[in-house]
Nanobody, 124 residues
Framework: QAQLVESGGGLVQAGGSLRLSCVVS????????MAWFRQAAGREREFVGA????????HYTDSVKGRFTISRDKTKNTVYLQMNDLKPEDTAIYFC?????????????????WGQGTQVTVSS
């Protein structure tokens, strides 16, 4: 049974950094595209970025380009989201998700497995 467990969230001041982790078990980690989504209070879930299963491609939503980086450690079955220069509008619950399609999806409905989420709060 697949299990995705996020960690690393917390409270940080604007301009600060956080690194989120998502440990994956129960699936063949290297065969899944791993993505991060976020959901702010009162808003719809939003695609943040994804790391293609091949390792050759990453894709980010425009609002985080140049500030956020997704990476993967196959030896630890872990995907990371490094977040720099955080802004108050980045405040949300962040979720990791896994998808076995051959291309990167921005639609959450395409992802088969999800973590429980970790809260990120950025104060101004």
């Amino acid at each position: 049974q697949a299990q995705l467990v996020e960690s690393g969230g917390g409270l940080v001041q604007a301009g600060g950094s956080l690194r989120l982790s998502c440990v994956v078990s129960g699936i063949t980690f290297g065969s899944y595209t791993m993505a991060w989504f976020r959901q702010a209070a009162g808003r719809e879930r939003e695609f943040v970025g994804a790391f293609h299963w091949s390792g050759a491609t990453t894709h980010y939503t425009d609002s985080v380009k140049g500030r956020f980086t997704i990476s993967r450690d196959k030896t630890k079955n872990t995907v990371y989201l490094q977040m720099n220069d955080l802004k108050p509008e980045d405040t949300a619950i962040y979720f990791c998700a896994a998808d076995d399609d051959s291309y990167i999806n921005e639609k959450g409905s395409e992802y088969e497995y999800w973590g429980q989420g970790t809260q990120v709060t950025v104060s101004s």
